[in-house]
DNA sequence: TTGCGTGCAAAGGTTTTGCATGGCA
DNA sequence: TGCCATGCAAAACCTTTGCACGCAA
């Protein structure tokens, strides 16, 4: 597929990945792109090739009822590991340890449930929101 | 709060209590409840009723970006156990063994993430999916 | 020059809301 | 009778799409 470089898609791409741990919604992401000044239609449109090529992730807020898209690189495997979401910060880490290799396996072995990592997010808090609220 | 007992109320809830183990989008909800003739306005104000008492949760499915409702109960403890959905034919299987229990364990301990297993849903494909997949 | 990317505006689809009416208790 | 629930339609909302123009290669 051919792609051409433009400002837009640029900074777009630059400012995701400046950010790989925090996700925004597309309306953010046009006021921080290109000043707003980008069109969210190509907001959009880059958005939704960047996910089908996997270097974006598309998530739903509960809350807001909005998409909220992550940058996850392109050299991320994420479809061998679990990924786990802040409900808080929003904050993605990515879970590749044995435990998780094996966890997929019980469910295989067990339940019969062929899983695939990459679709499956683990919601919950993370450990610097948790102290956070203990604070509180 | 004061409720009253409406003929549309006991649909929806005996349709969606029939089902524990599906989940359905507002649209089809309003096909199956009453035979479509109850107007998709009250659809939405008992599901979000039913979805602020915990009787019904609510999530969003990624793909189609729709939100999708389904019946847990009064009683149920679906916080504290993953859920596995099908993505072939959308069966939803509640995991409730140790192993999971361990999983999530080892979340909290390693990783440092308290996980929210009612909202975590796993992907993949149950074992009657795949046992079709294998003989196509 | 080719054809992808863009911006604008309009359309699309889901969910929410306003308001008058209907029905439970 | 008092109030909640309902239905209809319109609104609100986010996202996608059509189309003509601009720009990268």
Redesign the pocket.
Known sequence: M????????EKLLSFLSRNPDRHF???EICLAV?GG?????????????LCANDIVRKFRDEET???RYQYVGENCDCRSHFHAKCLRCGKLEHIACGDSVEFAEHLFAEHGFSIDCGQSILYGVCARCRAKEVRA
Do not use: D
């Not at 051919?2 to 898609?9: E, F, L, P, S, V």
């Not at 000044?37 to 090739?49: D, N």
């Open positions: 051919k792609q051409y470089k433009t400002a837009g898609r919604t597309a309306e290109h000044e980008m069109g969210q239609s190509s907001v959009y449109r880059q958005l939704s090739e009822a909005k998409t």
